[in-house]
């Protein structure tokens, strides 16, 4: 018996051809479902008991064949279909608490956060669920929940396959942690929205994050995405004390910033990356070290003024920008409010 024969590669290449005949018959899951475990099956059996010989791209092809295979199934009988939308709402007369923490996770799926001035509003959370990939996500599942302790009102969003989108009423205390495993994150704050965020922490997996806030007394900004795109921009940031965090990265993506902070505060910024470019706009700023691979800059004295933000930037492989500007409170309101 010739061990060294390609069986992966063979039964690759038949597993292909059955993928082109179950999109063309539109073969029931399923059998489908039943041809996938039997390919399977006899892959490990010839392989481990007859011994042929495999090779890396063999293995490599066949598995991508499964996957080819499954999708092709669940394209047939797991369409897109209208969204069905699950909606929770507070009026603000049922949560008394002056701080909010929201907690929001979801596996598959984006989050999104923004801010209502209705003044009737406390919260609406929407989870929206459409396509489901049953090799992946066995079934749809979310839950909300709140609770008040020691005076803080603590709102948690999680599905397992949906999207969620949290909108808060003005006028709050509010913390908000958002975690995505395959999504797309998002936070709109404007100034005009009455909010009082002090800290943020979105991170993401697979997917941008996108974050616009206006703010003073920040404790802490942390935007991350392993893969995707970091996007972060403000009119008027304002710390709450001395060397407040800000930390913005991407292992596989570009990182842009674009902010103006308060000129009472002071600001060091610290850029890095492995692979790609670092560009600026530092108006006012001291630059101590600038090249395509790191940027070092601050305005003010970290050391003796009583409210600085610390801002660290880096991606693996990716392009940074950094504009920032210190501005008046004045001018940061006069610019919000243009059309």
Request: charged share 10%.
């Amino acid at each position: 018996m010739n061990r060294s024969f390609p069986i992966l590669g063979v039964l690759a290449g038949i597993i292909f051809i059955i993928a082109g005949l179950v999109a063309y018959l539109h073969i029931e899951t399923g059998l489908s479902i039943a041809i996938i475990f039997i390919i399977a099956g006899a892959a490990v059996i010839l392989v481990g008991f007859a011994g042929f010989r495999t090779q890396g791209w063999h293995i490599a092809l066949f598995v991508i064949g499964l996957i080819i295979l499954a999708g092709v199934v669940s394209s047939n009988y797991y369409q897109t279909t209208t969204p069905t939308i699950y909606s929770y709402s507070a009026t603000r007369a049922l949560v008394s608490a002056s701080r909010i923490n929201i907690t929001a996770t979801t596996s598959f799926g984006s989050i999104d956060l923004k801010f209502s001035n209705n003044p009737d509003v406390a919260y609406q959370v929407k989870f929206e669920t459409g396509f489901s990939f049953p090799f992946v996500f066995p079934g749809n599942s979310h839950t909300l929940t709140n609770e008040t302790r020691d005076g803080v009102f603590i709102l948690t969003a999680t599905s397992s396959a949906a999207s969620i989108t949290i909108t808060l009423g003005s006028g709050y205390e509010t913390n908000i942690n958002a975690t995505a495993n395959t999504g797309s994150i998002s936070v709109n704050i404007p100034s005009s929205s009455g909010a009082n965020v002090r800290s943020i922490s979105l991170v993401t997996s697979t997917g941008s994050v996108d974050a616009q806030m206006d703010g003073q007394n920040i404790s802490g900004i942390l935007l991350k995405s392993s893969t995707g795109s970091v996007n972060f921009g403000s009119n008027y940031l304002s710390p709450s004390s001395t060397r407040v965090p800000i930390s913005i990265s991407s292992s596989t993506g570009s990182v842009n910033i674009n902010m103006k902070i308060a000129n009472n505060a002071a600001v060091g910024i610290d850029a890095s990356n492995n692979f790609g470019s670092i560009s600026q706009h530092l108006p006012g700023f001291t630059i101590s070290q600038n090249s395509n691979n790191h940027l070092v800059a601050y305005a003010g004295d970290i050391n003796a003024t009583e409210k600085s933000f610390l801002v660290a930037a880096s991606v693996s492989t990716g392009s940074i920008n950094v504009d920032c500007e210190l501005v008046s409170p004045q001018a940061a309101v006069h610019h919000d409010t243009q059309p």
